[in-house]
């Protein structure tokens, strides 16, 4: 039977990286209507993840090739594996394994398909790498209706709306009433990538919080892209001016997030423009309330006062007021947190996983 081959750059601690482990998991062995085959190209990976991902059941390589490296041994490799599963289609996870998945298309006739993890990533491609994917790429999954808007706008080909999903039972933590006491627990989950993530716009909102006389606390949990020497050293200065350092942590490369989002009393996404939000997700499955930017993935799931609070986009102070305003209403908290734990049930990682098998058979057949 011909297989389908998820490819994905690296492994390291990530949203995309994570979701590609929880999707293997979700496809029990001999469950699926075909072989689902798993390549991670670089030498960059977590140790954890490679254990869970492999734990999965599923044939899964690792071509421990250096990011940057030339040598055409990782092509042939990969064709190599190819054949050996007899691929048919690929379904790539991120630009660097799209290109891989382009080359190997023009050795063996098959489909390629690529998601699109985040807004502003097909606007930021210029004439020529929009047509090459024009022409490589035979089909697209866009995480929310922003993304989609996009790959529509410059006539992208058989787009699919799939929103990502989270393994509900790992998120799953008893009902409690909000007492968010002294001091306020906030948790931050993201790549440590401000121009994204907006992680100096929640510093700023905690030294307003402070100011104000809140006491907080909040901890940063995420790491910053690989060779980012600069992010760390700038977001520690910054927390210094804002006179905060004593109230924050850094988390690198954690993977014991339902845990750390358990000892928390509010999940705060500042994000500048976010695709969709899978931490937001997380969050909100494990019953903490979520304070997020108004901005278009986030605003596909949150309903500000019903199932989450939505804070001005880049604004530090409507954060800081957002922050304060639901520490002071204990039972809004509580009841916001229920509505959105109620809500995510229907984004288990069984939905998006029964959607991409739909896909993959689809366009087996366009081949």
């Known amino acids: 039977m011909a297989s389908v081959l998820q490819l994905i750059s690296s492994l390291t601690v990530g949203g995309s990286e994570r979701l590609l482990i929880n999707f293997a998991a979700s496809c029990a062995t001999g469950d699926s209507v075909r ?28 071509l421990k090739r250096t990011p940057g490296e030339r040598n055409p041994r990782i092509i042939l490799t990969l064709l190599r594996i190819m054949r050996r599963h007899d691929v048919r289609l690929i379904h790539a996870h991120d630009s660097g394994a799209k290109h891989f998945a382009m080359l190997g298309k023009l050795y ?26 024009q022409r490589f ?15 529509r706008h410059v006539n992208l080909q058989r787009i699919f709306k799939v929103h990502n999903g989270i393994p509900l039972a790992s998120f799953c933590a008893p009902d409690r009433p909000r007492r968010l006491g002294t001091p306020l627990r906030l948790i931050n989950v993201a790549r440590l990538y401000p121009r994204q993530k907006g992680q100096d716009i929640l510093i700023k909102a905690l030294g307003i919080c ?17 060779g980012d020497r600069t992010t760390v050293e700038f977001l520690q200065k910054l927390a210094s001016a804002e006179r905060v350092s004593n109230r924050i942590r850094f988390l690198y490369d954690r993977t ?15 994000s500048r423009y976010e695709g969709f939000g899978l931490a937001l997700l997380e969050a909100m499955a494990m019953g903490v309330p979520v304070i997020a930017a108004d901005i278009d993935g986030p605003a596909e799931l949150l309903i500000d006062g019903s199932n989450g609070v939505k804070f001005k986009v880049g604004s530090a102070e409507d954060l800081a007021e957002k922050i304060i305003a639901l520490a002071s209403q204990p039972e809004i908290a509580t009841r916001i947190a229920a509505t959105a734990k109620r809500f995510v049930t229907k984004l288990d990682i069984a939905h998006m996983r029964d959607q991409y098998l739909n896909i993959y058979t689809q366009m087996m057949k366009a081949i």
């Open 35 to 62: 072989q689902v085959v798993f390549v991670v190209i670089n030498d960059k990976v977590n140790e954890q993840f490679a254990s869970e991902l492999m734990a999965s059941g599923h044939p899964t390589y690792f």
């Open 108 to 133: 063996r006739s098959m489909s390629v398909g690529y998601t699109i993890h985040n807004t502003g990533i097909v606007a930021s491609w210029d004439r020529v790498r929009l047509r090459l994917h």
């Open 137 to 151: 790429v035979d089909w697209n999954i866009a995480i929310s209706s922003a993304v989609e808007r996009e790959c």
């Open 210 to 226: 402070l100011s104000r006389n809140l006491d907080v606390r909040c901890d940063f949990v995420g790491s910053p892209p690989d």
């Open 256 to 270: 014991d997030v339902p845990a750390l989002l358990g000892d928390a009393d509010v999940f705060v996404l500042p």
